[in-house]
């Protein structure tokens, strides 16, 4: 007889191995493998019975050119999206540098409660103490007093091993116990790890809901039909939605990821789900289980709203006069907005957000040039016609762009405005071109409706208008930091050109040996 003590029967139920092979590194004894080791992390995880799991990832989340994330860790979008939730606690397993990181940037971007680890060594991950550890771990969290649900995130070594997220209890004293996935070598961006959470909540709230009633949303049932919105966005955009949905007897639901348990429920009870943002590809897929049918796009500029309130009123069958009633409510005040403030100038925009393609539609009724738009997220549906549309203007749409790809067309380009991520930003800046870093000063406004029209015109301007400076700095610093001149000098860097040859001449030597090392 065993004196270990349980909470439950998960110690019993059947446990798939895999077999070992000699010809693959020990996860916690290599310090190369990680989200950024490619195959071999991939490898294990599908010797540990981690299939299933990777290719519907790869279904989900299609890779692009490169096999790395190169935006921050992925799961730091899982993160992020319940951290931001009511009564949700959240735990962590994985190596102790991923998740200090990982709280790190959380408290960083502002969360206010406590992430929990549960740490790990060679012993307890082989031997499967690990999985008892999180099992302990979730029955003493599981307070329904203080919490509505506990997600527990599997990091790239726990999911490379096999650890079974999967045999946890669903429920603990009322309380729900999430488990997901989320390993650096299967999820390409941390905008799409936050698809990986809501998806399985939504999947979780839908199940509920199958099973009997559930409880209402704090702020009530709306007596409207409504229309769910997909992503996450600026505060006083889904007010804006609400108010254009309106004339057509029509409302804004919950927008996922939500904030509070109550709200899956609200949002799966939805007439139509708009795909704002077009990369939540198990989100979509939860709300189809549900019979709910999804719109692609989004209201922003003149013709994004004109097009996206009649694809609304055709999913909810609104009678043609509502819809022009909608529209002619709508449009004239965009117009003027858009004409009101104008932008001049060439712009390449580039993210990982999910809603490029969206901003330089905005961009463009604006009145700006964009040649080329670079988003990290995979193609989707949802945004194919935003793609069309932009490429009808002349823009090239890159799916999956990797940052030589932004970068490269920066260069090329030579816009009056580079939007980008943080290296794409530095990178223009260090040529002089005037650049805005995207998550930041981008995704922070309104973009849809009247009050996303004009909205970007400000930032724009003023940050185009900093071209001058942005000569004279480069200027000014021409030269310094790079090459011989890198680093802190007081006097002129003593250059040795002799010692510059030899050390050539080794390389070249090495390069040689290893190349007849390949032909034999």
């Known amino acids: ?49 981690q299939n299933d799991l990777l290719d519907q990832y790869a279904r989900d989340y299609p890779q692009g050119p490169h096999d790395k994330p190169q935006s921050m860790c992925p799961a730091f979008g899982s993160l992020r999206v319940g951290l931001r939730m009511k009564r949700v606690a959240t735990v962590l397993s994985g190596s102790a540098c991923c998740v200090y990181g990982l709280t790190f940037v959380s408290h960083f971007y502002g969360a206010r409660r406590s992430v929990g680890y549960v740490p790990f060594n060679s012993e307890t991950l082989v031997t499967g103490k690990l999985f008892e550890d999180i099992r302990d771990s979730v ?18 070594v726990p999911t490379a091993s096999g650890v ?57 049932v709306s007596d409207r039909p409504t229309v769910s919105l997909l992503g996450e966005m600026f505060p006083a955009d889904p007010v804006m939605i609400g108010q254009m949905l309106a004339p057509m007897g029509l409302a804004a639901g919950p927008v996922v990821p939500c904030r509070e348990w109550r709200e899956l429920y609200a ?24 019979g709910r049918p999804v719109v692609g796009s989004a ?34 005040a965009i117009e003027a907005a858009l004409g009101a403030k104008k932008i001049d100038g060439t712009i390449t925009l580039s993210g990982y957000e999910g809603s490029e393609l969206l901003v330089a539609r905005l961009l463009i009724e604006s009145g700006a040039d964009v040649p080329y738009v670079g988003t990290a997220c995979a193609r989707s549906p949802w945004s194919a016609e935003d793609a069309a549309w932009l490429e009808a203007k002349g823009t090239k749409v890159r799916y999956r762009a990797s940052l030589e790809d932004d970068c490269a067309a920066m260069e090329a380009i ?29 995704s922070a406004r309104p973009l849809m409706g009247p009050a996303g029209a004009g909205s970007l015109a400000e930032v724009v301007n003023a940050a185009i208008a900093n071209k001058g400076r942005m000569d004279r700095m480069r200027e ?39 190349k007849a090392a390949q032909m034999i």
Request: net charge negative.
């Open 414 to 442: 030579r816009p009056d405005l580079a939007i980008g991520t943080t290296p794409v930003v530095q990178k223009a800046k260090e040529l002089g071109v005037p650049g805005l870093y995207f998550t930041n000063l981008i």
């Open 476 to 514: 000014f610093f021409e030269g310094v930091g790079t090459g011989d001149t890198a680093g802190v000098w007081e006097d002129q860097p003593n250059v040795r050109e002799d010692f510059r040859a030899t050390n050539l001449k080794k390389l070249e030597k090495q390069q040689r040996a290893a």
């Open 139 to 156: 029955h003493e969290l599981a307070d329904p007093d203080r919490f509505d649900a506990v997600v527990v995130t599997n990091l790239c």
């Open 299 to 332: 209201p922003v500029g003149r013709d994004g709203t004109a097009a996206w309130l009649s694809a609304i009123g055709d999913a909810f069958g609104v009678p043609a006069d509502k819809v022009a009633q909608a529209q002619n409510a709508f449009l004239p």
């Open 1 to 49: 007889m065993s004196d270990e003590v349980t909470y439950d029967d998960a110690g019993r139920a059947e446990v798939i191995r895999g077999k070992a092979r000699e010809d693959v590194p020990e996860l916690t004894g290599d310090p190369g493998l990680g989200c950024h080791s490619g195959n071999e992390m991939e490898k294990a995880a599908r010797m540990a019975g």
């Open 164 to 220: 079974p997220l999967r045999l946890l209890p669903k429920e603990i004293n009322g309380v729900r116990i999430v488990g997901i996935d989320v390993p650096g070598f299967g999820i390409p961006t941390h905008a799409e790890a936050k698809d990986v959470l809501a998806g399985a909540m939504l999947n979780y709230a839908r199940q509920e809901i199958e099973a009997g009633p559930v409880a209402a949303p704090e702020g009530g």
């Open 267 to 290: 949002a799966l009870d939805c007439g139509a789900v708009a795909a704002i943002h077009p990369f939540y590809t198990a989100a979509v897929r939860e709300f189809e289980a549900a």
